[in-house]
């Protein structure tokens, strides 16, 4: 966090002296045009300044490199669309099936290093109703599912100042309390806990400071975006903590926001497509607010503090009904 805060204006300055610029879509409310040119790419301060301090600290155990490797190649996936875009001067970048492509590929590693790491069968825990759910070969779809359901997800919720980067800290500060309580509990004895364990803490510790820091200068009004690069990075690491921790269904809550941000987009595309009728007047649902007059600042806290609702929620599903399996 002290290192992205410090080095920030260096970062932002580079990128506005190398003309990096946001690109603005047509048809977002004309209070965005005023951010034509705001310098893009700020993924990149949060990957830096979380990377480096995680490999000076890891234990360098499977799950957690498993999580740094799908929070890294997501936010590349991310860096190549804004790249895209910035040498066309559009708002359209990395083609969508080329994105899926890479993404699959992405989990195809990831799920061959969930085996290494020892996970057992194919099986998803539900809470609540306390059930395993059999997945057999399904299993592998399914953690593209995940993969690609957080990392746009994310991408989607990064249209305000501060909405991304501040409903994404929630979340990883939700997984660094798991790890954290399923770090304490592994053992009554210290020297037994599961090394793993701390280290997913340790990693989600740096990305929370990363982007912390990153929030500094992204706060409204932003002096840097985070564009793709860090919105796909925050996504990937989201569901590469879910993964490792057997946590899948909690992403509903944890990643709720994400969730609600995705399906109103999914609900005006089927809906004007199928009856020419819009349910939003723009998605994502976060453009619906600004065209009801919701000035810019009110939709992001209002958004943290639902996201603080439903990651709260994840988190006391998890202490009732996880806690009682070895991560």
Known sequence: MVVAIVIGPKFIEFLRRNELGQPIREELP?????????????GLLILLCAVVPFL???????????????????????FLDDFIKLRHRRSLGLNGRWKLLLLAAITAVVGVAVHQQGRVG??????????DLPLSYAFYPFLFFVVAGAANGV??????????????????????????????RSAPDPADRSPYLLDLSILAAALIGGAIGFLWYNAFPAEVIMGDTGSMAIGGA??????????????????????????????????????????????????????????????????????????ASGFVLYYRYYLQFPL
């Open 122 to 131: 194919t099986d998803i825990y539900l809470p609540v109703i306390g059930v």
């Open 155 to 184: 991408n989607l919720t990064d249209g305000l100042d501060g909405l991304a980067a501040g409903t994404g800290i929630i979340a990883l500060f939700t997984f660094l309390s798991i790890t954290v309580i399923g770090y304490i």
């Open 238 to 311: 989201l569901a590469g903590f879910a993964i490792v921790t057997g946590t899948e269904a909690l992403l509903i809550f944890v990643g709720g926001i994400f969730l609600i941000e995705a399906l109103s987009v999914m609900i005006q595309v089927i809906s004007f497509k199928y009856w020419k009728r819009r349910v939003f007047l723009i998605a994502p649902i976060h453009h619906h607010f600004e065209m009801k007059a919701w000035s810019e600042t009110k939709i992001v806290v209002r958004f943290w503090i639902v996201t603080a609702l439903l990651c």
């Open 56 to 78: 000076a600290l890891s234990r360098y155990t499977l799950p957690a490199l498993t999580v740094l490797f799908l929070t890294v190649s997501c936010g590349a996936i991310g």
């Open 30 to 42: 004309a209070g965005h045009f005023v951010k034509q040119g705001t310098p893009v790419m700020g």
